[in-house]
Structures are given as C-alpha cells and as structure tokens.
C-alpha cells in the first residue's frame, strides 16, 4: 500500500460527541477510506475526563488509538486503571511517576505507527518542557516506527507551530488540541510533516468550546464563580482531518479539515 489515510477527531465534549461519533464514525471512514483513526478523548466523560465506562464505549467503535491532555485524570477512578488501558495515552511530557504512557506503537498493513502525546507548559498546568522531550525521544521512536503521529494538547497557537517547525521531516503529523476550536492553518509543512494547529472538537455545536453558552456568558460578565455544565444540544459538530501519508518515506502527501453538522 503507498499511501496511508489517517483520520484525527477532536475532543470529545460527553454523551453529545460520543453520540455523533458512535453514529457516523463509520460513514465518515468510508467516506476518506481510512486506514487509521486517533480521537482525543480527554473530555468524553460528562464534559471532562474519561471513565473506564467510557473508555470500552468507545473502545467498541472503529478507533485505534485514544489520547488525551490535561483533563485526562479528572475521574479517579481512571487514575488506578491507566495500565489496563491498551489504546489510551497521556502526555508523554507529564511528570515522571504517573500513570499510563505517552507513547504506543500500532501495527497496521505492515507498518509500525507510533502515536505520541505531548502537553505544551504556556497558560497551562506543570509539566517537563515538551520541546526536549521529543528531542530526547525522538531518535528512539525513529527507530521502531515507519510512521510517527503527535497530538500536541496545548494552548498558544505559538508553542505549536513552533513544535510543529522543530518536527518537520521528523514526523508525519502534528496535530493541535486543547482550545476545541479549529484553525485554518492546516498544511504540509516544506519537509513533509502534516501541520495543523487545532483539529477542534466533536460536542455541542451552539455552545462555547462545549460548556452551555450562557454559563459562560454569565461568567464573563459577572466574573463570580460558577459550575460549568453542557449543554442541551439540537445540533452537534464533528471536527478532524484527514491527512494522506506515504508509506515509503512517511512523509504526508495532504491534509485536509473535516467539519460535519448533524442535527440530533
């Protein structure tokens, strides 16, 4: 096979993005002929976090891969079952002692794809600096992997790009997370990595990145402490890409934004 269809779904905002996922995963995998699909699940499980519940939902549709960010431990009881979880990660960058992995490797049509999650430090919680980590662990994964895929959980479109310029030619992808809204700066950068600096999230369409707008709304105005809720929804969004990587070199020939409406 010379080419390799990767599919990356963003967030998952609760039942409402797990509901559309679980309902056109499989047209939308048609559709793009994918070989290969990622979704970020950090937020599937009442708007943050993720149960293992959830986790073996999810797990029973097409997906081969989970990762995840800063929310990934919000439910506790994950926090113990990390292990057992053979398709999740979590930051490869978080600090040394926690639970899980931030890298695994997948076979797939003969090939070794390795899927990497790093977390960026700007406007976020503490973590080891994400720029060397993947310098340090790169030669090592270059080694064992034909195909390598990095979802970046960060805030600042800056500390992504920047990653995403350090990588190029290194990795085949590097995709955006964390702000669940999507960017139109999706490209191949000059080396062959696939860049794109927010795939944005799959919840409630008429919300603010998932939260029921007029908490929000209320929040910014009066700047009390308030519960973050999700929304009724009568409308969902489904936000990816699509990226084409050749097998020989691993290098990405295209990327493309997927952005799907369903009503509900």
Same mark, same amino acid.
Request: glycine residues 8%; aromatic residues 8%; charged residues 25%.
């Given at each position: 096979?010379?080419?390799? $269809?990767?599919?990356?779904?963003?967030?998952?905002?609760?039942?409402?993005?797990?509901?559309?996922?679980?309902?056109?995963?499989?047209?939308?995998?048609?559709?793009?002929?994918?070989?290969?699909?990622?979704?970020?699940?950090?937020?599937?499980?009442?708007?943050?976090?993720?149960?293992?519940?959830?986790?073996?939902?999810l797990?029973?549709?097409? *997906?081969?891969?989970?990762?995840?960010?800063?929310?990934?431990?919000?439910?506790?009881?994950?926090?113990?079952?990390?292990?057992?979880?053979?398709?999740?990660?979590?930051p490869?960058? +978080?600090?040394?002692?926690? &639970?899980?992995?931030g890298?695994?490797?997948?076979?797939?049509?003969?090939?070794?794809?390795?899927?990497?999650?790093? *977390?960026?430090?700007?406007?976020?919680?503490?973590?080891?600096?994400?720029?060397?980590?993947?310098?340090?662990?790169? &030669? *090592?994964?270059?080694?064992?992997?034909?195909?390598?895929?990095v979802?970046?959980h960060?805030?600042?479109?800056?500390?992504?790009?920047?990653?995403?310029?350090m990588?190029?030619? $290194?990795?085949?992808?590097?995709?955006?997370?964390h702000?669940?809204? &999507?960017?139109?700066?999706?490209?191949?950068?000059?080396?062959?990595?696939?860049?794109?600096?927010?795939?944005?999230?799959?919840?409630?369409?008429?919300?603010?990145?998932g939260?029921?707008?007029?908490?929000?709304?209320?929040?910014?105005?009066?700047?009390? &402490?308030?519960? +973050?809720e999700?929304?009724?929804?009568?409308?969902?969004?489904?936000?990816?890409?699509?990226?084409?990587?050749?097998?020989?070199?691993?290098?990405?020939?295209?990327?493309?934004? *997927?952005?799907?409406?369903?009503?509900?």
């Open positions: 096979m010379p080419e390799l $269809n990767i599919l990356c779904i963003g967030d998952i905002i609760g039942r409402s993005g797990r509901r559309v996922l679980a309902q056109h995963l499989e047209e939308i995998i048609a559709k793009h002929n994918i070989h290969f699909t990622i979704v970020n699940v950090e937020n599937s499980a009442g708007g943050n976090g993720l149960t293992r519940a959830v986790y073996e939902e797990a029973g549709l097409n *997906i081969d891969a989970f990762t995840s960010g800063n929310h990934i431990y919000d439910k506790r009881d994950i926090f113990k079952q990390f292990e057992e979880l053979n398709l999740l990660l979590r490869l960058n +978080f600090p040394k002692g926690q &639970p899980g992995t890298i695994r490797y997948f076979e797939r049509n003969g090939l070794s794809i390795a899927v990497v999650n790093i *977390i960026g430090r700007v406007f976020m919680g503490l973590s080891d600096c994400p720029f060397q980590k993947m310098q340090q662990v790169l &030669p *090592i994964i270059k080694e064992k992997a034909d195909i390598i895929l979802d970046f960060a805030e600042t479109t800056s500390e992504k790009q920047a990653m995403g310029w990588l190029d030619g $290194n990795v085949s992808l590097l995709f955006g997370t702000t669940h809204v &999507p960017t139109a700066d999706d490209r191949v950068l000059p080396s062959g990595t696939a860049y794109i600096s927010d795939i944005g999230m799959t919840g409630p369409r008429d919300s603010v990145i939260v029921d707008r007029h908490i929000v709304i209320k929040k910014f105005l009066d700047q009390l &402490p308030v519960r +973050f999700l929304p009724r929804v009568s409308s969902a969004v489904l936000n990816g890409i699509c990226v084409k990587v050749d097998t020989e070199s691993g290098k990405a020939l295209s990327i493309s934004r *997927i952005y799907e409406v369903y009503d509900e």
